[in-house]
């Protein structure tokens, strides 16, 4: 893949860039892949603006899901049909999700439960309101971060279906912790947890309750869950991917369309390089070789970084210098995307435009 940009010297750096041919190609890909649009819900924490979420809208897409209250509330602005806050809302941000509801009438709004004083505090703040909201129960499949365990969950489904201000319930099974390389094993792996909501499933049924919507997986997880008729897949990455996911996932052909943009800044000595691509710049989570991958400098090591500095080992005789551009790819592009205020958008070669990261922000209006 060719990243150049022609008039680079009017971008300073750091910066990431985003190009949107290749963002359209990966939203074909993950419509192909599943074959029925109405059963994909896209992540958005990774792009969290609003250019992107158009263009996911432009191809059909209805469904979304989301992380945080701004990314909510940015799906409500940009008209999406149907939003799944994937978290349980308590405190503040419970109001705060009221307030995104109350904003965007014509978005149908749910959110993630997975215990019962949570379920009980929603009931009674929907209802004080004269409204309803639809929620999903966060099932622990195996993430260990939340959720109910789906053997405990019946009970508190029965619960949540019997409140007043609660709507219908759906079952919400998120496998990050998934990350086998070798697709089989990764099929095998997931298989065995999904087949836990899948028994819940049953007893729901069995229970006499209607058949609850499922929504299940990430990226790792997408071709597999894509195969299941009846379930809802809420990838993210895939709207720009990574080398992370790439590297992980190579049986997902998604190019990577966001690219960190960095300069040679100083030549510490003979060997070493100093770009302007500090852990404020790309996610820093990673140890230091997985953070940045230059495709045109697969050579280079990085050695040591700072808030505003990448030092890395080019070799003795190396030809770089002073002002050199060079193109990066994360590692991990959803916190890197977080990182950036706004990217900007290179199309044939050329910058065309800035598209704001808008759902950054911990605050938009609500």
Same mark, same amino acid.
């Given at each position: 893949m060719n990243y150049t940009i022609d008039d680079i010297d009017q971008l300073d750096s750091p910066a990431l860039v985003i190009y949107p041919e290749w963002v359209r190609h990966n939203i074909d890909l993950a419509i192909r892949m599943i074959g029925d649009v109405q059963r994909l819900r896209p992540h958005v924490k990774t792009h969290k603006s609003a250019e992107t979420t158009r263009l996911m809208l432009d191809a059909g897409i209805r469904k979304f899901k989301c992380a945080t209250i701004a990314e909510a509330e940015m799906l409500g602005m940009c008209g999406a049909a149907d939003v799944l806050l994937a978290y349980q809302p308590v405190g503040p #941000?419970? =109001? $705060?999700?009221?307030?995104v509801m109350e904003k965007c009438p014509a978005t149908r709004y749910s959110c993630l439960v997975d215990h019962i004083a949570a379920a009980q505090a929603m009931a009674a703040a929907f209802l004080a309101r004269q409204m309803e909201v639809l929620v999903y129960l966060d099932l622990n499949i195996g993430q260990n971060?939340? &959720?109910? !365990? @789906?053997? *405990?969950a019946l009970d508190l489904f029965n619960a949540c279906i019997s409140m007043k201000g609660i709507g219908s319930v759906g079952l919400h099974a998120y496998d990050g912790h998934i990350r086998n390389s070798d697709l089989e094993a990764r099929k095998t792996a997931c298989d065995a947890a999904f087949l836990r909501v899948t028994t819940l499933k049953e007893a729901i049924l069995k229970a006499g309750f209607p058949e609850p919507v499922i929504v299940a997986g990430g990226s790792p997880s997408y071709p597999i869950h894509a195969a299941r008729e009846q379930v809802e897949c809420s990838p993210g990455t895939f709207i720009y991917w990574d080398k992370g996911y790439g590297d992980l996932c190579p049986e997902q052909p998604f190019k990577p369309a966001a690219?960190?943009?960095t300069r040679v800044i100083s030549l510490p000595d003979a060997g070493k390089l100093c770009l302007d691509l500090g852990h404020k710049s790309v996610a820093a989570e990673? @140890?230091?070789? #997985? $953070? !940045?991958?230059? @495709? *045109?400098?697969p050579e280079l090591i990085p050695l040591g970084q700072s808030e505003e500095h990448l030092v890395v080992e080019a070799g003795t &005789? =190396?030809?770089?210098e002073i002002g050199d551009v060079l193109y990066g790819i994360p590692f991990h592009i959803c916190p890197t995307v977080a990182l950036y205020e706004k990217v900007y958008t290179v199309e044939n070669k050329k910058i065309t435009g800035e598209w704001r990261t808008i759902a950054r922000d911990r605050k938009i209006t609500c």
């Open positions: #941000k419970l =109001h $705060r999700f009221i307030a971060r939340t &959720g109910i !365990v @789906p053997e *405990d690219i960190l943009i990673n @140890p230091i070789d #997985k $953070r !940045v991958f230059f @495709p *045109d400098a &005789g =190396h030809s770089w």
